[in-house]
């Protein structure tokens, strides 16, 4: 098992960045598949990112492809998520996961094939 710690959200105004963090603490993120998604108020939580466990299959939502850019550093633990050129519809909860169990290049964007998730982070984008 896996514990998920989201960081880094805030108050930022449209055209800004914002990068926000995922620590992984328990056991090392290595073993996993990563990604990132985002819930709005009253929304369902929609996928953002997600990156293999080997780092080298990314794959972004249509609607961040180009602004945002996920990584992951298995030395420390962590998994980022950059975000440039934040929208104001880009404000919402934004929640790391964790997929046991995958292959080395598989990559994974529906909410359902993720073990384990953090508690997220606010990321509000004014206009």
Known sequence: QVQLVESGGGLVQAGGSLRVSCAAST???SSYAMGWFRQAP?????FVATISLSGRNIYYADSVKGRFTISRDNAKNTVYLQMNSLKPEDTAVYYCAARAGSTIAAIFQRVYEYDY?????QVTVSS
Do not use: A, L, M, V
């Open 42 to 46: 009253g929304k369902e939580r929609d």
């Open 27 to 29: 056991r090392s993120i």
């Open 117 to 121: 998730w953090g508690q997220g982070t």
